[in-house]
């Protein structure tokens, strides 16, 4: 039995060395269930169930404060609070407590154990900004990727997913801004809003957009800040830190007095934008504010009392520095504030570079070779044991730590060195010693690259063309050449020349900066393109140089009159003989100009000589032809006077004179008694309205004389027809045995003399009127003369007179055209 009890005992204090763990949320009601202890350990088969009734369970007791949970004899964990995560936690870490657990059976003492409460974070909190509108501002001056920051939302989540944010710009699709973001060493986002392109302040001085900070958590949160955007020139340089990082360990004997450091920003803005005043962070923790103290001036921290060195020994401390802008800018520091006693001392560094050198700062060339050895490192740690154990580490990618045994390294190029991509070289020797907790020293260095002239000077563009004019004074600018190269000193220095393809002498000059101007004045005519080269070296050792082609172009001023070059000589004696079957076109003039485009754009127009309005020049193509029919009596000699003009400002031009002679043919019709005025080739409105009327009481004229005429047709069948003298717009030249109807449009009246009536014995000219379009009958008797003898007995006129009795509608005559013409005496 003794040996029964002794095992059972010997399983069960086996067991219970083993924690439990439990989870539960945050934000739950008072007494809510966690787990059951008893069971648990009921699960593990090591008691059988009649044994469960001698056990009970019990919390052991602290002194201060109220228990968060609470443990019932039978082993029912509950919470004893409602928990809140973010006020028992810190950020970003596992939230837990641990519960001592008291195990007895029946009146005896068994074992404690230890069980483990996982808090678990709800996502109850939604990020926040510190105030929701901020007023900020750009100048009208700054170019694209100028930012402002702003200031970021906390979220006071514990857990990593319901305080991670995510942030967007809300904007309309036309404003100018991006939001920026980037994590910064306290594990928030540094925010800041980007200028896509430049502000007009007089178009819109103002912009409003949002910033939305959602959180990860389920259901994600959401926090909104309102921007509005000030275009003008204001505060545009955020306080920076020193160190983004502080590392500073004190002793247990620390004065309050003394500093234990100093977080410095500088602001590069002037006045109330570069005055600095620093304030603890919101993610520090309190119980951190509670054993340090922040002067708002100058950024020391000092010990607010004295803390107890058996306990946490580092301490984060978040520091934010700000100015006095509007809106106020502000950067964020981390300071690790290290307890250490007395018997572990950081290691100190001590380091000699090749070069020489001036606080911390050395220089090399940009030609060193990989491998170099540029400095040498000598730690030293007087502390014994593994206080005294230190490695040093160093971190960058063109820079390469090497041993040189204990406690000695020497700093070597790792990679080639470009001081036109990196001109000064910052990197820090970290040294910490095995102790604990560890001390770590870093100091920083900055190795300056000097310049060796590598670099060939570089053209902006494949090639140049420029465009300048011609007649300028000479010195004229033409253009810029722009050439870069980063080299410096000599290096960086450039001289130009320019080299023609050819041994004529440019009319251009290059300066030392750049610019090319004419040497003279340019003629367009004589030369409208220049191409040559620029070439272009450095003053360094060996001096690098580069070619690039150069175009330019003459651009034309209207310097040049036009000429003629038919008639070639002036004046110009052509004769010209007119047949009705000649073609309307005489000869065509040319001119030339020597200018080109609009300034050589040509027009034509006769200026004197055409008193008859005879002769009429198309103004483009330069078509001297005929402006109306030519009559017999047109012929002569005419001193036409012709003007050439060209388009450009101020316009040119050259006149010149065509004697024509002109003769006509004997089957031309003859003139009229008067001259027919030259049309105006706009038709005034009022004339207009005259010629519509005319027209209409002439078409009912001309029905009339129709149906007269259709009449007379079958009275005087054997009457006889004069051929008609003049151009009939017929096709080819006949004689008519009746008179026939054309569809052409005359443009004068037509003269004619006709026998009336055999009765009279007389004969009586009368005028034809010209026929209306609309019934697309013409004949055109210009100048010509018809008579038509008629022979009609009294039986047959009044046969005739009878027939004009009849019902002749316009319906019944099946064309208007091939009708005789009949004049009827009434």
Not at 390 to 398: G, S
Not at 498 to 516: M, W, Y
Not at 567 to 588: A, C, G, M, R, W
Request: charged share 25%.
């Amino acid at each position: 039995m003794f040996v029964q009890l002794f095992s059972f005992w010997l399983l069960l204090e086996t067991f219970l060395c083993a924690d439990l763990t439990y989870q539960i949320e945050e934000a739950q009601i008072l007494g809510t269930y966690v787990g059951d202890i008893a069971l648990d350990i009921n699960s593990r088969g090591i008691f059988v169930s009649r044994d469960l009734s001698l056990i009970s369970f019990s919390r052991l007791q602290k002194s201060k404060g109220s228990q968060l949970f609470n443990v019932t004899k039978t082993g029912k964990l509950y919470t004893n609070q409602i928990l809140d995560a973010e006020s028992l936690c810190k950020y970003n870490s596992e939230c837990f407590r641990m519960v001592d657990v008291a195990i007895q059976k029946e009146e005896s003492f068994v074992k404690i154990i230890e069980v483990k409460v996982i808090i678990k974070d709800i996502n109850d909190n939604r990020p926040e900004f510190q105030e929701n509108q901020i007023n900020i501002k750009f100048s009208e001056d700054y170019s694209k990727g100028v930012t402002r920051t702003i200031p970021n939302a906390i979220d006071k989540d514990m857990g990593s997913e319901n305080s991670e944010i995510t942030y967007k710009l809300k904007k309309n699709r036309d404003e100018p801004f991006s939001l920026s973001y980037s994590r910064k060493e306290d594990g928030t986002t540094q925010l800041g809003i980007v200028l896509e392109k430049k502000l007009d302040r007089e178009v819109k001085d103002t912009y409003n957009v949002q910033v939305i900070a959602r959180d990860e958590g389920y259901p994600p949160k959401e926090g909104v800040l309102n921007v509005e955007i000030s275009v003008t020139d204001e505060n545009d340089n955020s306080p920076i830190f020193t160190q983004s990082v502080y590392n500073v360990s004190i002793s247990e004997n620390h004065q309050k007095s003394q500093a234990v450091i100093i977080a410095s920003a500088k602001d590069l803005d002037s006045g109330k934008n570069g005055k600095v005043v620093y304030r603890f962070h919101s993610k520090t923790a309190k119980l951190a504010m509670d054993y340090f103290e922040l002067n708002k001036e100058t950024g020391e921290i000092f010990l607010n009392r004295q803390f107890p060195f058996d306990k946490q020994q580092t301490y984060k401390l978040f520091i934010t520095a700000s100015d006095n802008g509007n809106p106020p800018l502000s950067s964020t520091a981390v300071v690790l504030v290290n307890k250490i006693g007395h018997q572990n001392t950081a290691p100190a560094i001590e380091v000699n570079f090749v070069s020489e050198s001036m606080k911390n700062t050395a220089t090399i060339s940009e030609g060193v070779k990989v491998g170099s050895f540029i400095a040498y490192v000598k730690v030293t740690d007087n502390d014994v044991g593994q206080n005294g154990e230190v490695t040093c580490d160093l971190r960058h990618n063109k820079l390469l730590l090497k041993s040189l045994g204990r406690m000695k390294y020497k700093v070597v190029v790792k990679k080639s060195v470009d001081r036109e991509k990196e001109s000064f070289i910052d990197f820090t020797i970290s040294c910490q010693d095995k102790g604990v907790p560890p001390q770590k020293t870093e100091r920083k260095f900055s190795i300056e690259v000097m310049d060796v002239n590598d670099v060939q000077p570089k053209f902006t563009k494949s090639q140049f063309k420029f465009l300048t004019y011609e007649n300028e004074e000479p010195n004229f600018p033409v253009g810029f050449i722009n050439v870069t190269d980063p080299d410096m000193g000599l290096g960086g220095q450039l001289t130009y020349i320019l080299l023609s393809d050819n041994e004529n002498i440019l009319p251009f000059v290059i300066s030392n900066f750049g610019f090319i101007s004419t040497t003279q004045s340019l003629d367009r005519e004589e030369k409208e393109t220049y191409k040559f080269k620029v070439f272009v070296k450095d003053n360094g050792k060996p001096s690098l140089n580069n070619t690039e082609n150069v175009i330019v172009e003459v651009m034309d001023e209207n310097d040049n009159a036009p000429y003629f070059t038919f008639p070639s000589v002036n004046p110009f004696n052509l004769d010209v003989h007119y047949h009705p079957q000649s073609k309307s076109e005489i000869t065509v003039l040319k001119a030339s100009d020597r200018d080109r485009h609009v300034n050589a754009f040509l027009s034509y127009e006769i200026i004197g000589g055409n008193e008859k309005q005879l002769f009429s020049v198309k103004p483009y193509t330069g078509v001297l032809s005929y402006s109306r029919p030519v009559y017999q009596n047109d012929a002569g000699l005419y001193s036409l006077t012709f003007i050439v003009k060209d388009s450009g400002s101020p316009m040119r031009s050259a006149t010149t004179t065509l004697s024509l002679m002109l003769t006509v043919s004997n089957q031309t019709s003859k003139m009229l008694a008067t001259a027919p005025k030259h049309l105006d080739d706009t038709i005034h409105i009022n004339l207009m309205i005259v010629i519509i009327v005319a027209a209409i009481i002439l078409s009912v004229a001309i029905v009339i004389s129709l149906a007269i005429c259709i009449i007379q047709k079958y009275t005087q069948r054997n009457i006889l027809y004069s051929d008609v003298v003049g151009n009939t717009n017929c096709p080819g030249e006949r004689k008519q045995s009746e008179y026939t109807c054309e569809p052409n449009h005359p443009q004068y009246d037509v003269p004619a003399s006709m026998v009336l009536d055999p009765g009279l014995n007389k004969e009586s000219k009368t005028t034809l009127l010209k026929r209306d379009s609309q019934y697309g009958c013409k004949t055109d008797w210009k100048g010509s003369t018809s008579r038509m003898p008629l022979s009609v007995t009294q039986g047959l006129t009044q046969q005739v007179r009878n027939l004009a009795k009849q019902n002749w509608s316009r319906k019944q005559l099946k064309s208007p055209h091939h009708l005789p013409l009949t004049d009827l005496r009434t």
